[in-house]
């Protein structure tokens, strides 16, 4: 391949993108106003910004139309294992532990797994008590969250309407 | 998946469990490829490698586990003593820096020791850098970057222990686990291996593999802080006692000229640490203090040395608006000693260097790095190394770009990195004071993402480096068969190529992962060129795995493929070939796990039974008459320097691992 084949080739490749779904997770620390004032149930996905399985998670949710469209019914809060952020959850705070340089872990990732081994990605799911009713270490595919989007929306939704 | 209602009593909650049909869910479960996403942020591209990755091989070390990285190649540097060093895209073992948690281990006499003794259990993933790093670590960082990631007090399994054993009768022994003491936690873990069987298999009368006897230890501690900032303290502890040579040698005739043997006793340890200060501006102060006492007797010939290095490093991080500013002040001191002539008195450098570095984020798309460092050693005088990266990345993260151009330099020290210098009956000659060597880089690399709706991945990463030398220091082995000679290289030398890798981790449990480099490593002097020796112009590595998750069964399928190198041959009267042919180590495993934490695995490693004696070869030179007693002008010298890879044929392994969480 000649240089100048080369050049095009890279640049028809950074050229090719994706459109770009709307933003619709809520903020970790803006969950317990929303919850006071609106209680619903809570999905959350814990990630870290080296995890491809956890970036191929992100890809599948935003292309997912029936997450999108539901998602008015349940919180959405996508949370990086290792985030340096302060996070006031459930009216109590949580840190950023370093444990190297550059390297640490969010005390919140392990209060949420319940001291139990960090894996990402991992799913949660918490009812609008705050009680977990759901966890799953591991990828999520389109037709799982799809099972996952149905039961939530049975129990959930349905108990609401009654 | 089904869904249950339970009302309970108490809350009238609601749970959704998985019942039994939710295998279906288990199966396309991906917990982890084997590689993950280089850090998308970092301007640099930055490969991380999981712990899995390094069980789909197991090694007593991470040298060795390196072997199926793409551009990296352990090279073993002594037939007998077997010692080696890393090559980073054709670059030696020196240029490469090792940190643990981001903590530096300045290594100076060997790089490979800092790959030991951390029990495989505690290593939650090694990132990578190729190219030069960064201005943060100066000449240490010149080829490259190797950063093992301990786990954190969260992920580490609270007790474990793994062992294996191979046809050989090789044996390795980790064990690991955490603790906590007051507000800190520490996590503990120590290995052991063992080699004592001497084997002849070429029949050369010695050694094909070296006997080793290698304990280490590694203690690391986090200590919690009211004001949540950084306090880690690591320490690492290896000793280690190996020989090779005539299958008679016994330690009575260490040092001797009767029957000829290679023994080292190495000890050496380290400290390290990293400490935020209790300012509200970002302050962190890290540091790395070690010392390595290495006593060898190559035959008859003494090689005592000893080194000691402290190194402290402080940093201002401080970001505001587009701009996440790094600036930081470096120092390091280096105590070497040798009983060889060619050091009459202890050498002392220091090596006093300050940097400053901006990362501007122009756009979210778009990132810049600028940074510069300036270095003072007390024998080259001042140097200074800028350097400038450049990342872009799609709207939607499935595209990286990154590009980056500095300027890098390497202050050498012959006898604590060329082991060739003291090995065999040449003598080491010196040309003219050595200058310190200077580099400039240039890399391109480009990550394109592919991800299937089943949860597949794919991904597609490229890259391309471009390094030109100045002052290269480079033993030159063929002027002379008598001598090795050392000198600054007038005219320059060049490492330049190309590397592929494709990664794909599918949902049905299949993870592959396949890499090329095609590399060109070669001097120029007085219009001569000259490839570089011991460098192949190709090589290939291949990760592919099968984990059967219904059974717990996985399978994997490791190796690796090298290309034809120069090597170093004694003249025209050298029987032994000047070009190695393509070779290639291939491993095969299989994995089953339990539930209650245990995990048996086993294999064949080399299976393809190569070895560089393969076809015949004798690669040591003189074999029968090491100490040149026989007066025969005719004779090669005794060499032991052509070797470029691990002369240990198919053997079959198994071993037991278990990690109470």
């Known amino acids: 391949m000649s240089r100048t084949t080369l050049i095009a080739f890279i640049i028809s490749l950074c050229a090719w993108q994706y459109s770009h779904a709307q933003a619709f997770s809520v903020h970790i620390n803006q969950l317990d106003s929303l919850m006071l004032h609106a209680p619903k149930p809570v999905l959350i996905l814990l990630s870290t910004d080296w995890c491809s399985i956890c970036a191929s998670q992100k890809d599948i949710l935003r292309k997912h139309k ?26 109590k705070e949580y840190f950023y532990r370093p444990s190297g340089v550059n390297v640490g872990s969010h005390e919140l990732t392990q209060h949420l797994n319940d001291n139990d081994k960090a894996a990402y990605p991992t799913w949660i799911l918490l009812s609008p008590g705050y009680q977990q009713v759901f966890k799953q270490k591991g990828l999520l595919n389109v037709l799982q969250l799809d099972e996952l989007l149905t039961a939530m929306e049975k129990t959930f939704v349905q108990q609401n309407k009654k | ?97 090792v940190m643990i948690d981001g903590m530096p281990i300045v290594s100076g006499l060997s790089t490979v020791y800092g790959l030991n003794g951390i029990p495989q259990a505690l290593v939650e993933r090694v990132e990578v850098v190729k190219g030069p790093a960064s201005t943060l670590y100066g000449s240490e960082a010149v080829g490259g970057l190797i950063n093992i990631i301990t786990k954190t007090p969260t992920s580490a399994p609270r007790f474990n222990v793994e062992s294996f054993g191979t046809s050989w009768q090789e044996y390795n022994l980790d064990v690991g686990g955490k603790f906590k003491l007051g507000k800190a936690q520490s996590l503990l873990g120590a290995n052991y291996f063992k080699y004592g069987n001497p084997e002849d298999k070429n029949g050369d009368n010695f050694t094909d593999v070296t006997l080793q006897n290698r304990i280490s230890i590694f203690n690391k501690w986090n200590i919690d802080r009211a004001d949540n900032k950084l306090f880690s303290v690591a320490a690492r502890y290896v000793y280690e006692d190996r020989w090779g040579g005539e299958m008679n040698w016994s330690r009575k005739f260490r040092g001797g000229d009767e029957v000829y043997g290679e023994s080292i006793y190495t000890k050496r340890w380290e400290l390290m640490g990293a400490y935020d200060l209790p300012t509200t501006e970002n302050f962190t102060f890290t540091f790395s203090l070690n010392g390595h006492d290495q006593n060898s007797a190559y035959g008859n010939t003494f090689y005592i040395a000893n080194q000691k290095i402290a190194y402290g490093q402080l940093t201002w991080r401080k970001e505001f608006g587009k701009h996440d500013l790094l600036m930081g002040a470096a120092y390091r001191y280096t105590y070497y000693d040798d009983n060889t002539v060619a050091t009459t008195e202890a050498s002392k450098t220091h090596l006093p260097g300050f940097f400053v570095q901006d990362e501007i984020t122009i756009h979210p798309q778009h990132k810049l790095l600028l940074g510069a460092r300036y270095d003072y050693n007390s024998i080259h005088g001042s140097i200074l190394s800028p350097r400038i990266n450049y990342k872009w990345n799609s709207e939607d993260r499935t595209q990286v770009l990154r590009i980056g151009v500095g300027n890098g330099y390497r202050v050498a020290n012959i006898f604590t990195e060329d082991h060739a210098a003291l090995t065999g009956a040449r003598q080491v000659v010196f040309v003219d004071n050595l200058k310190p060597e200077t580099s400039w880089n240039g890399n391109i690399n480009y990550i394109k993402k592919f991800y299937m709706p089943g949860g597949s991945v794919f991904s597609v990463d490229a890259s391309a480096f471009y390094t030109y030398f100045d002052n290269k220091i480079i033993p030159d082995y063929e002027t002379n068969v008598n001598q090795i000679i050392y000198g600054n290289l007038e005219g320059h030398a060049v490492s330049k190529g190309v590397s592929l890798n494709i990664d794909w981790a599918h949902s049905s449990g299949l993870k592959a992962m396949i890499g090329s480099t095609l590399m060109d490593v070669y001097s120029v002097e007085e219009g001569i060129r000259q490839q570089q020796m011991l460098t192949e112009k190709v090589m ?100 032991t320097s052509y070797v470029y890879g691990p002369n240990q044929g198919a053997r079959g392994f198994l071993g037991l691992r278990y990690n109470l969480l």
């Open chain 1, 66 to 91: 029936r997450f999108h469209q539901l998602s008015p019914h349940f919180y959405f809060v996508e949370f990086n294992g290792e985030s340096r952020e302060r996070v006031i959850y459930q009216g």
């Open chain 2, 1 to 97: 998946m089904t869904q249950k209602t339970i009302s309970s009593d108490f809350k009238n909650e609601i749970e959704i469990i998985l019942e039994k049909d939710d295998y279906k869910l288990e199966e396309v479960v991906v917990s982890g490829s084997l590689k993950q996403v280089s850090k998308l942020d970092s301007p640099i591209p930055v490969e991380v490698f999981t712990a899995k990755f390094f069980q789909t091989n197991p090694a007593p070390t991470i040298f060795e586990s390196l072997q199926n990285i793409n551009g990296i190649r352990p090279q073993i540097n002594c037939s007998i003593c077997n010692t080696g060093d890393i090559h980073i895209n054709g670059l030696e073992g020196p240029y490469t820096m």
């Open chain 2, 540 to 639: 290939g590595t291949w990760t592919i795995g099968y984990n059967l998750r219904r059974h717990k069964i996985s399978f994997d399928y490791t190796g690796n493929l090298i290309g034809p190198m120069k090597l170093p041959t004694l003249g025209e009267n050298d029987p032994r070939p000047d070009k190695s042919k393509a070779w290639s180590i291939q491993n095969i495993q299989v994995t089953k796990q339990f539930n209650n934490g245990w995990e048996i695995f086993g294999g064949v490693k080399n299976f393809l039974n190569w070895t560089p004696t393969k076809g015949g070869i004798e690669i040591i030179s003189r074999s029968h008459d090491p100490f040149e007693k026989i007066d025969d002008p005719n004779l090669l010298p005794f060499d």
